[in-house]
């Protein structure tokens, strides 16, 4: 070999070696620059889910703040504004520092300062006053400007700067999360974005600013199709012997049980919250139909009871829990899934308040259906009126509101004779003639009717300002009358066109089915009744 060889060879070697030191510096730096981007909110912050403009929660419950620090770092929050506050300090542990406010009114706007000896982090334009979580899937994720009249909307939210919103990012996660992974929409004054906020839960928000007349915050953490077993928790679920998915044999999905649990609803617990609001249950008649009318309480109960520990006690431990009865899907389907879902939501009572779903609400919107909606007619336009009747729910169980009629007419008594029905309400009922939207079940034995048994229609013969007579002579002898049903079909009625009504025309009747046997006390009687 040369000399003039090996000295090229040489430098060509340097050159590499140069080039791989500067490359391993280059590396460096963006590593170095990545960690200094990912920490840019400083090692002082708040959890992902506080925010400039958020609402917290107002006297007298407390709201709880909570975020990360330097570790063994002394943390004390205080409130600038109408009425200042100062907490006493914590201490930074496992890097996460959390203080429980004293009560505050409903107002603001507030300045909230997290301080530590160096550092300091703070949210402007805070305000106090209720805040709702907004959960279920895509009837509650369906957006403002989806909806009937959306352009209209979208200009009168400029007239409600003290309702304000919080969207929560679609994440899936196989252990419970101790905060959110993303935040789709920061908390944020009304502008352009109530445009991809869910339309339910800000109409909602809105009707209960114009009622109570304090800010309103909202929270919205839903996922399209998906059951009500993702949003459970492995103890609800359990309660309903239902097993948590097998994660080491298959990859997650969001219609998983429990994944959007650990990773949408669990990190919100340390939140104090007034209440919720619910829409769902479409996924479930496909899936675990039979199990809704367990799972669905169920997670009630353990949402309850998970956002009073996580909160230290703040929100209540039976907050309101308010809910939509499902819509509508397919026109002349006998498929019965939606009926039994609608039923199963209410755990097989017809009505809420029951003694199995306390201090819950619920909207009827089986007269809501919408055939030419573009997004599928199982996604309704006419998101108004769900959440006009989600309001008089709130107003009357969340609270307690004297003389707020929420729910429409719901069967007080049952007359039974060999030729007629006799149904008498609970309230005086609008009602307009029908020939098929109630029926009768036909039965030689006396046990449960089912699907699967002879329902024949019966005619509304006549009409009281309470009741209704039905004609139910199309029961062939030797056969008699063993149950009854009202509204029992997947699209019962058309727009608004449902036959009983309460007085006002305003709430429709709920569906119910009853069955003669086995006996259910003093509901359902066999004696002649009066003709109304």
Not at 14 to 39: D, K, P, R
Not at 443 to 457: D, F, G, K
Not at 491 to 520: M, T
Request: with cysteine; hydrophobic share 40%; glycine share 6%.
């Amino acid at each position: 070999m040369t000399a003039m060889t090996f000295l090229d060879r040489s430098v060509q070697l340097l050159i590499h070696v140069g080039y791989l030191i500067g490359m391993a510096l280059t590396l460096c730096f963006v590593f170095v620059l990545y960690l200094s981007i990912a920490n840019s909110d400083g090692p002082l912050r708040f959890a992902s889910y506080y925010g400039d403009h958020m609402v917290l929660q107002k006297s007298p419950e407390r709201a709880v703040l909570w975020g990360y620090g330097p570790e063994g770092a002394q943390v004390t929050v205080s409130l600038s504004g109408p009425v200042p506050q100062n907490t006493s300090a914590v201490n930074v542990t496992k890097g996460i520092w959390r203080v429980t406010l004293d009560p505050v009114d409903a107002g603001g706007p507030y300045n909230v300062t997290a301080a530590s000896e160096d550092y300091e982090a703070t949210l402007t334009d805070v305000l106090f006053g209720d805040v709702w979580l907004c959960g279920g899937q895509s009837n509650m994720y369906f957006k403002t400007n989806q909806i009937f009249n959306a352009s209209e909307e979208l200009v009168l939210s400029a007239k409600y700067p003290h309702v304000r919103t919080f969207m929560v990012a679609l994440n899936t996660g196989e252990t419970e999360l101790t905060d959110l992974i993303h935040v789709e929409l920061p908390w944020s004054v009304p502008k352009a974005n109530v445009a991809e906020f869910s339309a339910v839960c800000w109409l909602f928000g809105r009707h209960m600013y114009d009622i109570l007349k304090y800010p309103i915050g909202l929270v919205e953490s839903c996922w399209g199709g998906t059951p009500v077993e993702a949003w459970s928790s492995s103890r609800a679920l359990e309660h309903c012997g239902l097993k948590p998915t097998n994660t080491m044999i298959q990859s997650l999905g969001p219609r998983d049980n429990s994944v959007l649990w650990n990773a949408m609803i669990h990190p919100l617990l340390n939140m104090t919250i007034y209440g919720a609001i619910w829409y769902q249950g479409e996924a479930n008649v496909d899936y675990h139909q039979d199990k809704y009318n367990c799972s669905f309480p169920a997670m009630i109960d353990d949402w309850r009871m998970s956002f009073h520990q996580g909160s230290a006690y703040q929100t209540a431990p039976d907050f309101p829990f308010g809910f939509v009865q499902l819509s509508t899907y397919e026109k002349n389907s006998t498929y019965d899934g939606f009926p039994n879902i609608r039923w199963h939501q209410t755990a097989d009572t017809g009505f809420v308040p029951n003694p199995r779903l306390k201090k819950t609400f619920m909207a009827v919107a089986l007269d809501l259906p919408d055939q030419t909606s573009p997004y599928g007619s199982i996604h309704p336009r006419d998101k108004q009126d769900v959440a006009y009747r989600l309001t008089l729910g709130a107003r009357a169980v969340a609270y307690e509101e004297e003389k707020v009629t929420f729910l429409g007419p719901f069967p007080k008594h049952i007359l039974s004779a060999q030729t007629y029905i006799n149904i008498t309400y609970d309230q005086k009922v609008s009602v307009t003639w029908s020939k098929d939207i109630f029926e009768v079940c036909c039965s030689n034995v006396t046990t449960p009717c089912e699907a699967s048994s002879l329902w024949v229609p019966a005619l509304i013969q006549h009409r009281g300002s309470d009741s209704v007579l039905l004609d139910v002579t199309k029961c062939p002898p030797p056969s008699e009358v063993a149950a009854v049903r009202y509204a029992w079909k997947d699209w019962p009625c058309d727009f608004k066109a449902c036959p009983i009504y309460s007085s006002s025309n305003i709430l429709p009747a709920p569906p119910f089915i009853f069955n003669r046997y086995p006996s259910v006390g003093n509901f359902w009687k066999t004696t002649e009744p009066d003709l109304p």
